[in-house]
């Protein structure tokens, strides 16, 4: 019995269903999708967080760490636990730790965060 992909429509049920952080982003440092777990973990609505670039978001002391990591994503680096703090919308820090890989066709990068706090 051979398997086939999953309809687009179940690929999405899946990516809003996980507890953890599932997002895309584009190499202009913009969240270009994200599940509903960003929404409920920081606060912000999918709106605010799409407007902003990511590093708006990232605590000032863990940005530099995060543009290296980013650097070496872009070069072809795959990211297994690399941790940083996100501030949320009423101010409070959540600890985050990341994996992700990069598509450098398509300029996106694909990442899971799983809150740590």
Not at 28 to 37: C, E, I, P, Q, T
Not at 63 to 70: G, N, P, S, W
Not at 82 to 97: A, E, H, P, T
Request: aromatic share 12%; charged share 25%; net charge negative.
């Amino acid at each position: 019995m051979t398997s086939s992909p999953l309809p687009e429509s179940e690929l999405d049920r899946l990516f809003d269903l996980s507890p953890d952080l599932f997002c895309v982003v584009g190499v202009d440092g913009f969240f270009k999708r994200l599940n509903a777990s960003f929404e409920s973990v920081l606060g912000y609505s999918r709106e605010e967080l799409l407007s902003r670039p990511f590093f708006d978001f990232v605590h000032v002391a863990d940005r530099a760490a995060t543009h290296d990591e980013l650097i070496r994503l872009q070069s072809g680096g795959i990211a297994i636990r690399f941790q940083n703090r996100y501030i949320c919308k009423d101010g409070s820090v959540r600890w985050l730790s990341w994996s992700a890989s990069t598509a450098t066709q398509e300029g996106l990068i694909y990442a899971i965060a799983r809150d740590l706090t």
